[in-house]
């Protein structure tokens, strides 16, 4: 079933303009994909779930369920499975009854609801915890329990908000791999809503970038990273975050350039701004990984003082000011194990392969 949102707004006062939750959402996830909806907090993402849960109305906008308009559906007839942040389980009822709810709710007979809660439990790895209340669950049991009361009716969409935020971080590694391993398997379509841009990357087939209740870019992963719509995401995506230095094009002989305080980059013809841009303020983005270690003798070397040498364990993080102060802060650089840096160093690095982004200055 394909999910259409089409212009959505969402205003909790509808009288103030500037308060739009969500402002002119357009989405479309396909049948059978795992969608992330990734952004920092009070982006919208929880308001964006909400509304396709039918648990909030869009102020305006519709929202498309297989091209039926489901504006109006109540929850209960959207055929969804929900967990949210915190789990919502019922305390007073066993994790059989937790996941047999919904099931009950449809007027299932309890032998029935209850053979399925089993199923599930199955599936989950919690099948020996079925009597127990959640309040005697550890949070990754909890966090189970909800996975599976959410799947127990096979729906045909499944909403996730933050379902790992309450685990420790080696655990949310591994139920990351079991929520993905048991979507694929189930074919369910489904929406994650996450403010941890790791989890969205590795999980998703496609992440939607939100900020201030609007979608900055929305594709695969790696064209996200590889190819940054605009100076947010650019800036929202990568660990450690991209080096982005203010610099002004620059045209000789129509070949282009971007020239910063302290050096400049040609602009490879493949990837030459369309028209005259001499003059125009732009940023200069380079990651980390992009920036590599070079020596005097390099022409294209860039001589830069090391400030601070972070290990990271996979690698050295080098903190490094251009000698004239001119760059306006510091450039990052990712070095190997192996590299022999430290404070005080003067070091020149270069730009690996042209691997350099140029963005309009906000
Ligand atoms: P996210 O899940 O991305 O952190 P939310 O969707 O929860 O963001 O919130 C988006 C914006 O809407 C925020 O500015 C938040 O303060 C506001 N908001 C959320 N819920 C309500 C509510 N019930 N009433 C008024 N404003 C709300
Ligand atoms: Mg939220």
Excluded: W
Excluded at 8 to 21: F, H, L, M, T
Excluded at 35 to 42: D, E, I, M, N, W
Excluded at 113 to 120: F, G, L, N, V
Excluded at 168 to 193: H, P, Y
């Amino acid at each position: 079933m394909v999910i259409t949102l089409r212009n959505i707004v969402k205003a909790y006062d509808n009288k103030k303009e500037s308060g739009r939750a969500v402002d002119g959402l357009d989405l479309e996830i396909k049948k059978g994909e795992f969608v992330a909806l990734l952004g920092p907090s009070g982006c919208g993402k929880t308001t964006t779930l909400m509304m396709l849960a039918g648990l909030l109305k869009p102020t305006s906008g519709e929202i498309y369920f297989g091209g039926k308009l489901v504006n109006h559906v109540e929850p209960k007839d959207r055929n969804i499975g929900m967990v949210f942040q915190s789990y919502a389980l019922y305390p007073h009822m066993t994790v059989r009854d937790n996941i047999a709810f919904p099931l009950r709710e449809r007027k299932m007979p309890k032998a029935q609801a209850y053979e399925r809660a089993k199923d599930m439990s199955r599936i989950v790895q919690i099948d020996h915890l079925l009597d127990r209340k959640p309040a005697q669950l550890s949070g990754g049991q909890q966090q189970r329990v909800a996975m599976a009361r959410a799947l127990a009716k096979d729906p045909d969409i499944l909403l996730l908000d933050e379902p790992m935020s309450n685990l420790d971080a080696r655990l949310k590694l591994d139920v990351r791999d079991e929520i993905r391993k048991l979507q694929r398997e189930l074919g369910v379509t489904t929406i994650i809503v996450t403010h941890d841009q790791e989890e969205a990357l590795a999980i998703s087939d496609r992440v939607a970038i939100l900020n201030g209740g609007k979608i900055q870019q929305y594709g695969p992963p790696h064209e996200l990273f590889g190819e940054p719509a605009n100076l947010f995401v650019a800036s929202f995506l990568g660990n450690p975050p991209m080096n982005l230095i203010e610099g002004l094009i620059m045209e000789d002989n129509g070949v282009q350039a971007v020239v910063t305080s302290g050096f400049s980059l040609p602009i490879p013809d493949a990837r030459r701004l369309e028209g005259s841009h001499a003059g125009k303020a732009v940023r200069l983005g380079i990651r980390p990984h992009d920036l590599r270690l070079t020596d005097a003798s390099d022409p294209q070397g860039i001589a830069m003082k090391v400030d601070l040498v972070e290990h990271l364990g996979s690698g050295k993080l080098v903190k490094a000011v251009d000698p004239a102060m001119k760059l306006g802060g510091m450039i990052r650089l990712l070095a190997d194990n192996e590299a022999r840096v430290q404070a005080g160093d003067t070091i020149y690095m270069r730009v690996r392969d042209d691997k350099f982004h140029v963005f309009d200055a906000a």
